[in-house]
């Protein structure tokens, strides 16, 4: 009851400045304004401030889940793939960061890290950069000459059947000797190409590599997902207690000078700190139900799952999701009914409209019975005795 009390103390400091004296509107909009700008400022620096852990692709990036999971390196794209990643810094000489970056290195698992490692060596080692350089170089000419090829090819049959259409044998000299140089071209880019993949792919250190990071076995990959999976639990636990470092400072100072202000009854500093309180109480909130939804759906229930259907009595979790659902129905009901919609609320609502209580029509000015239903209007004072207001909460006449 003390709290149910304390809780609605608390919503009204929020906007009144005292008890005799709401916020006008201006200020209102001022204080919401400040609101939205902390809350904001909140949320960024707690981004910031776990932006600092390991997160799930920084433990196990992407790239790394190609090769080691996923299995989608083959012989056909496994040296475009490597290139990709050599040539990662080369390409995206604008970015900061690097899959070589020691710290990022550092956050990784273990066989990812010896991953980016090994490529890591092969990129510092310039003759076999620049030959993936060159190849690079090779296969962006490939494509261009493609494209020039295409068009060519659309010319020169285009030029073809109009000069079967007049009866000639073969398109104007100029047309197929430009089809000709075409293709020369691209075979002669073509040879240098498949010529310095050969190159690359018998260098030591490509060798080695591919060797050490081929086709993953079925234990070892699942292995690999066993750990993601512990990881993604373990992390789930350390973000929010990390989270929890930051938010609980705000929240705590927050809390105190509600309390100060409120004993001490400086009007302007309970305001303020009520509404700080409530903006430092949003993120916890919001972190400790994130947390809930994300691990009882993929732990809990999956567990759960696995057990009823192993036992043959999956129909249970039906039956068990019908009786939860009415439950928390009629619990939401009663609860709508008997706090925000109950009789003593209507009463109140109609008296303020200048309403019958129990019909709601207009009732005439000072009519203690409606003139509609014939319900009387008023009640007795139980301290005074002299009839008040059944809408009201205190006495119109000793006001208790």
Not at 83 to 88: A, S, T
Not at 107 to 121: L, N, S, T
Not at 352 to 364: E, Y
Request: aromatic content about 12%.
């Amino acid at each position: 009851m003390n709290f149910i009390k304390g809780a609605l103390a608390f919503k009204s400091r929020l906007t009144r400045f005292n008890e005799e004296e709401p916020l006008g509107k201006l200020s209102l909009i001022i204080v919401i304004l400040l609101d939205i700008f902390l809350l904001s400022v909140v949320f960024v620096g707690l981004e910031t401030h776990t932006s600092q852990l390991s997160s799930i692709y920084e433990y196990f990036p992407w790239e790394c889940r190609q090769v080691l999971i996923e299995n989608k390196w083959s012989n056909a794209n496994k040296l475009d793939r490597l290139q990709n990643i050599v040539l990662n810094d080369y390409n995206n000489y604008l970015r900061r960061d690097s899959f070589f970056d020691k710290n990022k290195l550092d956050k990784m698992h273990p066989d990812c890290k010896e991953y980016f490692q090994r490529i890591k060596a092969i990129a510092e080692n310039q003759n076999i950069k620049n030959m993936f350089i060159d190849r690079q170089n090779l296969q962006r000419k490939l494509s261009d000459w493609r494209k020039e090829h295409k068009t060519g090819k659309d010319v020169y049959d285009t030029s073809l059947l109009e000069k079967i259409a007049d009866n000639e044998s073969k398109p104007s000299g100029s047309v197929a000797e430009s089809m000709q140089g075409i293709s020369r071209k691209y075979g002669e880019i073509n040879a240098k190409l498949v010529s310095i993949s050969s190159t690359l792919s018998n260098q030591q250190f490509v060798k080695d590599f591919f060797e050490q990071f081929g086709l993953s076995n079925s234990s070892k990959r699942n292995k690999l997902i066993s750990d993601i999976k512990q990881y993604e639990v373990f992390y789930a636990f350390k973000e929010l207690f990390w989270q929890f470092l930051f938010l609980l400072p705000i929240f705590g100072g927050a809390l105190f000078w509600y309390v100060r202000s409120t004993n001490k009854k400086y009007a302007t500093q309970t305001l303020f700190s009520a509404h700080l309180l409530t903006i430092a109480s949003i993120p916890i909130l919001f972190k400790i139900v994130e947390l809930v939804l994300d691990l009882i759906p993929n732990t809990f229930f999956r567990a759960l799952f696995k057990l009823l259907e192993k036992l043959h009595i999956i129909a249970l979790w039906h039956y068990l999701l019908i009786v939860i659902s009415l439950l928390a129905a009629i619990t939401l009901v009663y609860l709508i009914q008997k706090k925000f919609f109950n009789k003593q609320r209507i009463y109140e609502k109609r008296l303020i409209a200048g309403k019958c209580c129990f019909c709601g029509k207009k009732l005439p000015l000072e009519s203690s019975h409606c003139p509609f239903c014939g319900k009387n209007q008023m009640k007795q004072c139980s301290h005074c005795q002299n009839d008040t207001f059944l809408g009201g909460s205190y006495c119109v006449s000793c006001g208790k």
